[in-house]
């Protein structure tokens, strides 16, 4: 939320107080510079919450602005402030203080020590006709002071500083007033009205300092405080350092350069050679150079040869001579032929005149299916062609016939001979038809073809 400048002065009340939160139905700008979040003089940007209300407001004193007791509401500002802790106070120090006498003749001082907030009773009390009296406090090192809280003599005598002025100092030396946001006349800030409650004021903006003075403008009956400071420790922040850009800086490369040129041998760039050593590390790599040119020669020259390498196994396929001429789809391997002679039994070659052999008869079918609509067994040989038959067109085996099957054609009729394995006895001999005379003949049927007539 955003405040204007003057929000002390409108009209409206408020309830409560900067620790407890204060009632919703109070002027919220007002209550803003009440808790001193925003300065009257400049106004400014305002962060809150709303909380749960509680039973009851205490009213409290506090820049410049007093606050009623407010009841019960159901909800309530809290005002947020990131820094507003009490600061602990390293030191205290006086213009003066009082040494007061009893009636008895007892004394009791009222030290700078006496001013901080919350130690028991009396408070700093300056020394009596002292018109520039001031209190001063030493933080120990430099802090952000936020606000400030101060309090009368709360004993039998009513003293309390109704005004004050407030310095500030890096060196305890040189002191420089604060003068608020408006920075045109030193500040004076509104002190307590008895001696019992305590008044807060803000320091907008806050003071970073370590030492802090307090000199009353004006008092009831005699200078008297307490006082306990807000703020929160100072964030180290360096210093943003301008960029510069960095320049790489140059290295000299040294390359020697020899007096005396050998003939023959061209200068490399970028490589420096040691004229002692150049010798030696040439040789080095050159024979280096060779044994891996070698090494790369012997294995290119084993892997050639073993490729090229076929399995020197000699197949026997020869025969005995008389042998038919074997067919080239035949495979032979060594040693698959049968040893000759010894190994097999011999049997007697009877030859004789195979012409006149009788043919042997086939086997005929022992049922032969008659059916009704025809008079002859079927057949898996070509039927007699009929009217109306025509060979189906095939091109390849795999086409299959429109209607018709097709018959396999009975082979022609030729007389068949059994070709003998081997001659055992009669290895290099061919047998010829014609040397059957003198041999004994076979006994011939009568009429078969090739027999003598009678």
Same mark, same amino acid.
């Not at 205290?92 to 008895?104: G, I, K, R, T």
């Not at 929160?232 to 320049?247: D, E, G, H, N, W």
């Not at 001429?325 to 190994?343: D, H, I, N, R, T």
């Given at each position: ?191 307590? =009205?008895? @001696? ?7 320091? !907008? $903006?806050?003071? /970073?300092? &370590?030492?802090?003075?307090? %000199? ?27 960029? =510069?850009? @960095? ?7 040294? !390359? $020697?350069?020899? /007096?005396? &040129?050998?003939?023959?041998? %061209? ?29 790369? @020669? ?157």
């Amino acid at each position: 939320v955003y405040c204007p400048a003057g929000c002390k002065d409108i009209e409206g009340d408020i309830w409560g107080n900067t620790k407890e939160g204060y009632r919703d139905t109070s002027v919220l700008c007002k209550a803003a510079v009440h808790a001193g979040v925003v300065a009257d003089e400049v106004g400014g940007q305002v962060s809150l919450s709303r909380e749960k209300g509680i039973t009851l407001y205490e009213s409290a004193f506090a820049n410049g602005l007093h606050s009623k007791r407010g009841s019960l509401s159901e909800k309530r500002l809290l005002f947020h402030k990131a820094c507003g802790d009490a600061l602990e106070v390293a030191a205290f120090n006086a213009s003066s203080w009082w040494q007061e006498v009893d009636a008895l003749g007892q004394e009791r001082s009222w030290a700078a020590e006496r001013a901080a907030l919350g130690t028991p009773s009396p408070s700093w009390a300056a020394e009596p006709g002292t018109d520039t009296a001031w209190l001063e406090l030493d933080l120990g090192t430099r802090r952000n002071v936020t606000g400030i809280v101060t309090k009368g003599s709360a004993e039998i005598y009513d003293f309390y500083v109704t005004s004050y002025r407030v310095s500030s100092s890096r060196d305890g030396k040189n002191w420089r007033p604060y003068r608020g946001g408006s920075g045109r006349e030193d500040k004076v800030f509104e002190g307590n =009205v008895d @001696s019992l409650g305590e008044v807060s004021n803000a320091f !907008i $903006p806050p003071i /970073t300092t &370590r030492y802090l003075r307090i %000199t009353p403008q004006g008092w009831h009956q005699r200078a008297a405080l307490k006082v306990a400071l807000l703020g929160c420790q100072m964030a180290r922040v360096r210093a943003a350092r301008p960029y =510069v850009p @960095s320049v790489p800086k140059e290295v000299p490369v040294h !390359i $020697p350069i020899p /007096t005396s &040129r050998p003939p023959g041998r %061209t200068s490399i760039p970028g490589i420096a050679l040691d004229p002692e050593k150049a010798d030696s590390t040439l040789l080095v790599m050159l024979l280096i150079g060779v044994f891996v040119l070698l090494c790369s @020669s012997l294995l290119l020259l084993a892997f050639l040869c073993r490729r090229r390498r076929k399995p020197a196994a000699k197949l026997n396929c020869g025969l005995p001579k008389g042998q038919p001429k074997l067919e080239a789809s035949q495979v032979c391997s060594l040693g698959s032929l049968p040893p000759p002679g010894s190994a097999l039994p011999s049997f007697p070659v009877v030859l004789g005149d195979l012409s006149q052999t009788h043919s042997p008869d086939y086997a005929e079918p022992d049922v032969v299916q008659v059916s009704p609509s025809s008079q002859s067994g079927s057949s898996t040989f070509k039927p007699p062609p009929d009217e109306g038959y025509t060979l189906p067109l095939v091109v390849s085996h795999y086409d299959v016939p429109g209607k018709h099957h097709e018959y396999a054609e009975p082979l022609p009729p030729e007389p068949e001979y059994a070709t003998p394995f081997g001659e055992p006895e009669h290895a290099g001999a061919r047998w010829n038809p014609s040397d059957t005379a003198g041999l004994p003949t076979a006994p011939s049927r009568a009429g078969s073809p090739g027999s003598p007539p009678a």
